[in-house]
């Protein structure tokens, strides 16, 4: 307890270091992606207006604190096992978060291979599936709200939707037909 009489929260230093370990790695991930996220730097423009500069300092300041604070896992441990759990202590409660993220991900990749509305529907089903609510009722809830948000989305707001490659293996005319809707 603190001197206000609240508990503080310690992270073992091996959390720490897993947490570390983890910003570099991602830093690593990014800085590998960077050629093929920015353009290069025009012939006739100085060095410190490269599109480049920004992300690489972001970076920077992702990855090299992550590294020093990764360096903690090479200390060892007499008891290598727990000492894993104390460092993976460090994500024990993001799990779920990252499993949504992953959700997330697949939704996007899945949008343009089957659409939008049929990708919808997986997504918001895979998370209901996800949270434990898995009745009838929430099928039908999340088929209501991606009809309603299509219907928003094409029919009121006018927004167009890039026909999906799955219809393409429907005849011409049913593939053409609802494409733009699914």
Excluded at 122 to 141: I, K
Excluded at 153 to 169: D, E, K, N, Q
């Amino acid at each position: 307890m603190d001197e206000q009489g609240q508990d503080q929260e310690f992270q073992p230093s091996e959390a720490t270091a897993m947490i570390g370990l983890a910003c570099f790695a991602i830093a690593v991930v990014l800085a590998v992606l960077l050629p093929f996220a920015t353009h290069v730097q025009p012939a006739d423009k100085a060095w410190f207006l490269s599109p480049r500069n920004i992300p690489i300092l972001g970076i920077a300041m992702i990855g090299l604190p992550g590294l020093v604070l990764s360096l903690r896992l090479l200390r060892g441990s007499a008891d290598p096992p727990a000492m894993l759990g104390r460092a993976f202590s460090a994500f024990g409660d993001l799990l779920p978060a990252f499993g949504y993220t992953a959700l997330f991900c697949l939704y996007m990749a899945a949008i343009p291979l089957l659409g939008f509305a049929i990708s919808t529907l997986l997504f918001g089903q895979a998370c209901l599936w996800a949270s434990g609510l898995r009745g009838r009722r929430w099928m039908v809830w999340n088929l209501a709200f991606t009809v309603v948000i299509v219907v928003l989305l094409r029919g009121v707001m006018g927004l167009w939707f890039p026909h999906a490659s799955i219809f393409t293996w429907l005849p011409g005319g049913i593939g053409n037909l609802i494409g733009p809707y699914l």
